[in-house]
């Protein structure tokens, strides 16, 4: 029998990832309103991030995406989307740390720390659901 919590996680995690589906696309396509709200170190970040970086960013976005719809379908293969997802969001936020002091502080400060932080604690707690689905059987 499915969990009543699976395609409850599953639904909320799609809407959440969707969000980020979103602001990727506003990035990528450097959408005037949400490049407004950037600061000046962060729309710079953007332009000059290098082609390993915007692909470990779009694999973070839409692995997580791709990863939901695939646990509201109970695939396994969620549990592979999702870990992709967490390759790309941990070498996103790497590579945002690993940048001179400066430019890092102006990229990283409190808010967007605490935000990287939590899409690192969300992709491992969607990665590890899905990991504990498919190991109870839940997940075909």
Do not use: C
Not at 27 to 37: K, V
Not at 48 to 54: F, L, N, Q
Request: no cysteine.
């Amino acid at each position: 029998m499915t969990p009543w919590h699976l395609k409850v996680v599953g639904w909320l995690s799609l809407l959440w990832n969707l969000v980020g589906g979103a602001i990727y696309v506003a990035s990528r396509l450097e959408i005037a309103t949400y490049t407004a709200a950037l600061s000046s170190a962060q729309a710079a970040w953007f332009e000059t991030m290098p082609i390993w970086v915007a692909v470990a960013y779009a694999l973070g976005v839409w692995g997580a995406v791709v990863g939901s719809i695939l646990l509201i379908a109970r695939s396994r293969l969620a549990v592979l989307a999702f870990v992709l997802s967490l390759i790309g969001v941990l070498v996103t936020t790497g590579y945002s740390l690993s940048l001179p002091t400066g430019d890092a502080a102006a990229i990283t400060s409190p808010t967007p720390l605490a935000f990287s932080s939590l899409l690192i604690v969300i992709s491992a707690a969607l990665w590890l659901y899905a990991r504990a689905m498919a190991a109870r059987g839940h997940l075909r």
